[in-house]
């Protein structure tokens, strides 16, 4: 009885005074709090609201064999509603947090295309044909290019337009290690210009990164990113799996 008022904890609802926790110290009493925060979890994801106390109750007789209170065809008009219902309002969720994601989107866009423009008129900023921005802050004095085949090690730092910082090896305190042709379009064609030794500034369009995406909480839809990469090392070229 105790665990099932897991499922009202999930559903965000008030627990009654009397509720104890449960000590999980059998495997039944793990496998009953497991089983209670799959359906938890499942009830919550729909967005609808539970009476979690006719749930518990209903739960309670379900479990000791006592007989339903609704007939199985009623049980199955009642879930039928519930499905749809919650459907809809998924579907409306989703289409509130698609509004959302490209308002913001249109927004990045612009100011991306309004970075870009600009930056490419500051001294040292050289534009390739595809769009990728880079500023060459020290030459490297490596003999060799990396090839797309091949893995490199490098420091490097994102940020985005606004400067906010999303990741750093520098922070970590080690080296990154990956194929060149592995990661975002616009490093993998600039490190295919990096001697080793050379540190770029790195303007990147959105589309030579994460595009109408984003990734991650950080990385908003059609982002421009700014990297700080330093090529230290090529390792060669990754081993066959």
Same mark, same amino acid.
């Given at each position: 009885?105790?665990?099932?008022?897991?499922?009202?904890?999930?559903?965000?609802?008030?627990?009654?005074? #009397?509720?104890? $926790?449960?000590?999980?110290?059998?495997?039944?009493?793990?496998?009953?709090? /497991?089983?209670?925060?799959?359906?938890?979890?499942?009830?919550?994801?729909?967005?609808?609201? *539970?009476?979690? /106390?006719?749930?518990? %109750?209903?739960? $309670?007789?379900?479990?000791?064999?006592?007989?339903?209170?609704?007939?199985?065809?009623?049980? %199955?008009?009642?879930?039928? *509603?519930?499905?749809? +219902?919650?459907?809809?309002?998924?579907?409306?969720? @989703?289409?509130?947090?698609?509004?959302? %994601?490209? %308002?913001?989107?249109?927004?990045?866009?612009? +100011?991306?295309?309004? #970075?870009?423009?600009?930056?490419?008129?500051?001294?040292?900023?050289? $534009?390739? =044909?595809?769009?990728?921005? !880079?500023? *060459?802050?020290?030459?490297?004095?490596?003999?060799?290019?990396?090839?797309?085949?091949?893995?490199?090690?490098? @420091?490097?730092?994102?940020?985005?337009?606004?400067?906010?910082?999303?990741?750093?090896? !520098?922070?970590?305190?080690?080296?990154?290690?990956?194929?060149?042709?592995?990661? &975002?379009?616009?490093?993998?064609?600039?490190?295919?210009?990096?001697?080793?030794? /050379?540190?770029?500034?790195?303007?990147? =369009? /959105?589309?030579?990164?994460?595009?109408?995406?984003?990734?991650?909480?950080? &990385?908003?839809?059609?982002? *421009?990113?700014? #990297?700080?990469?330093?090529?230290?090392? &090529?390792?060669?070229?990754?081993?066959?799996?």
């Amino acid at each position: 009885m105790r665990a099932s008022f897991a499922f009202v904890a999930l559903l965000g609802l008030t627990v009654p005074a #009397f509720a104890q $926790t449960s000590t999980l110290d059998t495997p039944e009493k793990k496998t009953a709090y /497991a089983i209670g925060q799959e359906i938890g979890r499942s009830l919550k994801s729909t967005g609808m609201p *539970v009476d979690a /106390a006719t749930l518990t %109750q209903s739960l $309670t007789e379900a479990l000791s064999g006592a007989p339903s209170r609704l007939t199985p065809e009623e049980i %199955q008009q009642v879930m039928a *509603v519930f499905q749809q +219902a919650a459907q809809a309002k998924q579907q409306e969720a @989703h289409a509130a947090q698609k509004a959302v %994601q490209d %308002q913001a989107g249109a927004a990045n866009d612009a +100011a991306g295309k309004k #970075f870009l423009a600009e930056n490419a008129k500051k001294s040292g900023v050289k $534009t390739l =044909p595809s769009g990728l921005q !880079y500023k *060459v802050e020290k030459l490297g004095n490596g003999k060799d290019f990396p090839a797309a085949s091949d893995q490199v090690k490098v @420091h490097y730092r994102g940020t985005l337009l606004d400067g906010k910082e999303f990741d750093s090896s !520098y922070k970590r305190g080690e080296p990154a290690q990956f194929g060149v042709g592995q990661v &975002i379009k616009g490093w993998t064609e600039a490190l295919q210009k990096m001697r080793v030794g /050379a540190k770029w500034k790195l303007f990147i =369009p /959105a589309e030579l990164a994460y595009g109408a995406q984003g990734a991650g909480q950080d &990385i908003g839809p059609n982002s *421009v990113l700014i #990297f700080e990469v330093e090529l230290l090392e &090529i390792v060669g070229k990754p081993k066959a799996e």
